[in-house]
């Protein structure tokens, strides 16, 4: 069968991914069970059981997938497999009759399978690592089978099991690996030119995640960002950048950012100014529910364990989702006075707190729902769903919603905990207020780099073509990230943000955010040795950013002299101005 304009695969490409054998000889060698798989079988009282589980265990093994995704690709099951397996345990295929009518018992024995073989099941978190295979392999080819199978083998290599695989590549592309599909209605726009393109041309969210990772991890070892902090503090604040143009965009103008339209860059740093992670919100949307993705999604060696932000990162959804990750949460809330202290049943405020207590905690409705509390933690540590997306689905739930009202049940516990701390605890409002300068410092570098197009997003196409800055890894093989300029910074039009598409925005972003991290690294390389050359004490040190870019020619002709680059390990000289009462 030959594919269509907007085809990666064809049918029959896809069912070579997926083959089941035929022939004994091939199901033999793929097939066979061993004594311990016999017994495993074995444990299952009915026949019918027996066989669906060996026939589980058989496709979990080869070519990777369960049960039910080869019957709702196949509509059935392949009789020369099944009669295979039947062989190996004295049992007819007619016994299999029955088995699939309950998946919940189909469910449960994969898991228990998986388990047992060491396999998973595929998450949105395995999104960026798909991409990067896919990507490697379209440097060297644009046939969709190739880069197919390159996908395939990365999963069965890491031991998790296939998603399901559609036959055109969905977008955006860098959202999800582009031979993958979970709905089954086919996207109306992609091409293998187009994912080619693509694939090899920019490095989409895991290569900037990869090359950011690379930055901070570098950095965290020079000596003198020890001195800011230990890296396990960060911040969060959103940084509003106008969108060019009128149109849609009008509609996202709020009372808080003026008459200009525009999104904002929501973005992490670390005690140690590490700007870890960024995302593109809408200018009108929240920073609440945006607060754990970028602790709980980010490619540092980071390990955060206090985190800040102002008040309009603090919900108490989030206060209350905070303790079941490890995060202590310390936002500086404004007007504290006007809120309310909520004590258990039975509990006394005294005479002192008396005038701050609200309703008490309803303890008996989180008891009610506090599986579910258990299972949407969960779910969201193993990436089935991200915390940006459940938080705003609670958000937007009517009052009576038992799990929403459960978890802002707990986030009143801690919320309340936390204020008695702030009042209290003079080191914790210093630590606070320096965490969250050093997230405003590092925006006003990122708005120095960021005066492209008059500060905003213009562009429209759906992949770059300019020239590029290739980023090259400090070990291992040697695989170039290629970063096209209009991605990554912003220069020749001031800074205006006019892309209408979200996933040119946040390349935007994500370049913006490689660029400051790179500048940071740079001058804490030189300050470090500035600082040794002038002796300056660390209690002095400690108080130097390394967030400085009058030093920077941030516009003009960029020319890259290769003889006068240091040697491996050598940096360049430093400046020593001459004082001006010098004789």
């Known amino acids: 069968m030959t594919k269509r304009k907007h085809q990666l695969l064809?049918?029959?490409?896809?069912?070579?991914?997926?083959?089941?054998?035929?022939?004994r000889d091939h199901l033999a060698r793929l097939y066979t069970f061993e004594p311990s798989d016999i017994e495993i079988i074995g444990a299952r009282r009915e026949r019918r059981n027996q066989l669906g589980v060996a026939l589980q265990l058989a496709l979990l093994r080869h070519p990777g997938i369960t049960l039910a995704q080869l019957i709702q690709d196949r509509g059935a099951i392949p009789h020369d497999l099944a009669a295979f397996v039947a062989e190996q345990l004295g049992l007819h295929v007619t016994e299999l009759a029955n088995y699939a009518a309950r998946d919940q018992t189909m469910t449960d024995h994969v898991r228990e399978l998986a388990a047992r073989l060491g396999l998973r099941?595929?998450?949105?978190?395995?999104?960026?690592?798909?991409?990067?295979?896919a990507a490697r392999t379209a440097w060297a080819t644009d046939k969709g089978m190739t880069i197919a199978m390159g996908v395939v083998t990365a999963l069965r290599e890491a031991r998790i099991l296939l998603p399901s695989i559609g036959i055109e590549p969905p977008l955006p592309l860098a959202a999800r690996?582009?031979?993958?599909?979970?709905?089954?209605?086919?996207?109306?726009?992609?091409?293998?030119?187009l994912l080619k393109r693509c694939l090899a041309y920019l490095p989409r969210y895991a290569l900037y995640g990869e090359a950011l990772g690379r930055l901070i991890d570098v950095h965290r070892t020079v000596p003198l960002s020890a001195l800011w902090g230990d890296g396990t503090t960060s911040s969060s604040d959103g940084q509003l950048f106008h969108a060019g143009g009128r149109g849609a965009a009008i509609g996202d103008i709020n009372a808080r950012n003026g008459n200009e339209p525009g999104v904002s860059f929501y973005t992490h740093v670390s005690d140690q100014y590490d700007p870890f992670a960024s995302r593109v919100i809408a200018a009108t949307a929240g920073e609440a529910p945006y607060v754990l993705d970028g602790l709980l999604y980010h490619a540092t060696g980071l390990s955060i364990e206090e985190h800040y932000t102002d008040t309009g990162g603090a919900s108490d959804h989030v206060f209350g989702l905070m303790p079941f990750f490890g995060y202590r949460f310390a936002p500086r809330l404004r007007d504290l006075k006007d809120r309310r202290l909520h004590l258990l049943p039975g509990q006394e405020a005294g005479p002192l707190l008396a005038g701050m207590t609200g309703d008490p905690v309803a303890i008996g409705h989180v008891a009610a729902h506090w599986n579910e509390l258990l299972r949407l933690t969960t779910s969201i540590r193993s990436g089935t769903t991200t915390a940006s997306a459940m938080l705003r689905r609670l958000s937007a739930y009517p009052r009576q919603n038992g799990l929403a009202l459960a978890l802002r049940e707990v986030g009143r516990i801690e919320r309340s905990i936390f204020m008695l701390d702030w009042l209290r605890d003079l080191d914790l409002r210093r630590r606070t207020q320096a965490g969250l300068n050093k997230g405003?410092?590092?925006?006003?570098?990122?708005?120095?780099?960021?005066?492209?197009?008059?500060?905003?997003?213009?562009?429209?196409?759906?992949c770059g073509r300019h020239d590029a800055i290739w980023i090259l890894p400090a070990s291992g093989p040697l695989f170039p990230v290629?970063?096209?300029?209009?991605?990554?910074?912003?220069?020749?039009q001031l800074g205006e943000l006019r892309d209408r598409r979200f996933e040119n925005q946040t390349y935007r972003a994500s370049g913006l955010n490689l660029l400051v991290a790179a500048i940071i690294l740079w001058n804490t390389?030189?300050?470090?040795?500035?600082?040794?050359?002038?002796?300056?004490?660390?209690?002095?040190?400690?108080?130097?950013?390394?967030?400085?870019?009058?030093?920077?020619?941030?516009?003009g002709d960029y020319r890259w002299n290769v003889e006068s680059r240091p040697d491996p390990g050598q940096l360049r000289p430093l400046r020593t101005p001459s004082s001006l009462l010098a004789a």
């Open 440 to 462: 405003e410092a590092r925006n006003a570098l990122a708005r120095a780099l960021f005066f492209n197009q008059l500060g905003e997003l213009r562009d429209r196409r759906p």
């Open 121 to 133: 099941g595929p998450t949105r978190a395995d999104i960026p690592f798909m991409v990067e295979a």
């Open 482 to 492: 290629k970063i096209p300029n209009d991605e990554v910074a912003h220069f020749n």
């Open 177 to 193: 690996p582009s031979i993958f599909r979970r709905t089954a209605a086919p996207p109306k726009r992609s091409s293998v030119v």
């Open 10 to 23: 064809t049918e029959s490409e896809r069912d070579q991914i997926l083959a089941i054998p035929t022939d």
């Open 525 to 555: 390389r030189y300050l470090e040795r500035a600082v040794g050359a002038l002796a300056i004490p660390d209690d002095v040190a400690r108080h130097i950013a390394p967030l400085g870019w009058e030093h920077i020619s941030l516009t």
